[in-house]
């Protein structure tokens, strides 16, 4: 079996978010970046542990980004991935992004690939519904638990007011989010082998994006807060 993990990097969720060139481009002085926790914690972390109940599963990273993307490229590849794939492009568009790991995933013969639910930044969550028709593969989103028998997948997703299990045959895009896995954190061994895991750099395929940005804007300061003299109800 094959898995296609893709991974994005973001900004630290503790990052101080500034926008320079007149509101259009995001001030990454002095940020901190990170794998998306959706990617790491709960699609990464999944696939790792279905690679470790089958050790023959060859699982491979995918992101869409520049060279600056390397250092957290290969935090990923510590956790357990085998090789990763660049494609050497920079862009917020998320039908550029899941037309360019397309046509990765139509070269590499991939029977799963796992997204996060969205990324912290841009929150899109549109990546995987993308890819798959793309693909032309089904799409299960906002999945909970991941399991597999045989060439089946057994998938638990959330659901307004409760949850929905499916079955689906491989292969098959899902989407991750939290109760998929739990968090892991890279051991002495995985950060050396990740030294000298391939990393692929791959140029983009000629695609349009659909949409550029505009412009950006902070929400605006939170309120002072308002003390009520507890008996004073009515203001309550």
Request: aromatic fraction near 6%; charge should be negative; hydrophobic fraction near 45%.
């Amino acid at each position: 079996m094959k898995i296609l993990v893709c991974i994005s990097k973001t900004p630290d969720t503790t990052a101080k978010i500034a926008f320079t060139d007149n509101n259009t481009k995001f001030a990454t002085a002095g940020v901190q970046w990170i794998i998306n926790p959706y990617d790491e914690w709960y699609a990464l972390v999944r696939a790792i542990e279905l690679k470790e109940k089958d050790p023959s599963v060859v699982l491979h990273l995918v992101t869409v980004a520049i060279a600056d993307a390397d250092p957290v490229i290969r935090k990923a590849l510590a956790l357990g991935g085998d090789e990763a794939i660049r494609i050497n492009a920079d862009s917020h568009d998320s039908f550029y992004v899941a037309a360019q790991i397309a046509e990765v995933a139509k070269q590499g013969g991939y029977d799963l690939v796992f997204t996060g639910r969205e990324t912290i930044d841009y929150n899109g969550s549109a990546i995987g519904g993308m890819l798959a028709e793309l693909l032309d593969l089904p799409y299960i989103s906002l999945a909970t638990k991941f399991e597999l028998n045989g060439s089946t997948a057994i998938v638990t997703r959330e659901i307004e007011g409760g949850e929905e299990t499916d079955e689906v045959n491989l292969p098959v895009v899902v989407s991750c989010q939290k109760g998929m896995a739990e968090q892991r954190i890279p051991n002495m061994k995985g950060i050396m082998s990740a030294r000298t895991k391939p990393l692929k750099v791959v140029e983009p395929a000629a695609i349009s994006a659909l949409t550029t940005v505009v412009s950006f804007e902070l929400p605006p300061a939170k309120a002072g807060v308002k003390l009520v003299p507890a008996d004073n109800r009515q203001n309550w």
